[in-house]
């Protein structure tokens, strides 16, 4: 039981230490806000270190694809470090460009296909 508690801590501590650049950018950029509810301001930290994780994740495997190889451990802390600042500030955006998207896809498919096509009322 000791054996797999000791496991378990030590898979936290390494996950932990995994997010440290990403909550590191995302304290920075918090730094700088002004007038920032703690709410808000706890959100916006867990929105930046979040999507710099799973960017990061994306980052590496691109690397991987396109030059067979892993990143140095040093470029990979600095774009998650550098991902987490920008990552809340871009949160927004990106949520409101795919909710616009996403609200627009009922016209487009009937603008595609001539079937679904509203008839004007004469």
């Known amino acids: 039981m000791d054996k797999h ?7 936290l ?16 950029s918090l730094a700088y ?3 920032l509810t703690w709410r808000t301001g706890c959100m916006q930290f ?16 691109a690397c991987a694809f396109y030059w ?3 990143p140095d ?13 920008i990552a809340f500030k871009a949160a927004p955006r990106f949520r409101d460009g795919v909710i616009e998207l996403v609200v627009g896809i009922p016209d487009a498919l009937r603008n595609a296909v001539p079937f679904l096509r509203r008839k004007d009322p004469q």
């Open 68 to 70: 067979h190889t892993a």
């Open 5 to 11: 508690l000791h496991d378990a801590g030590a898979a």
């Open 46 to 61: 867990v929105v930046g270190v979040t999507v710099s994780y799973f960017a990061k994740l994306a980052f590496i495997a």
């Open 13 to 28: 501590i390494v996950f932990l230490i995994g997010l440290l650049p990403a909550a590191l950018g995302a304290a920075v």
């Open 33 to 35: 806000e002004q007038a």
């Open 73 to 85: 451990p040093y470029v990979e802390q600095a774009v998650t470090f550098t991902l987490g600042m």
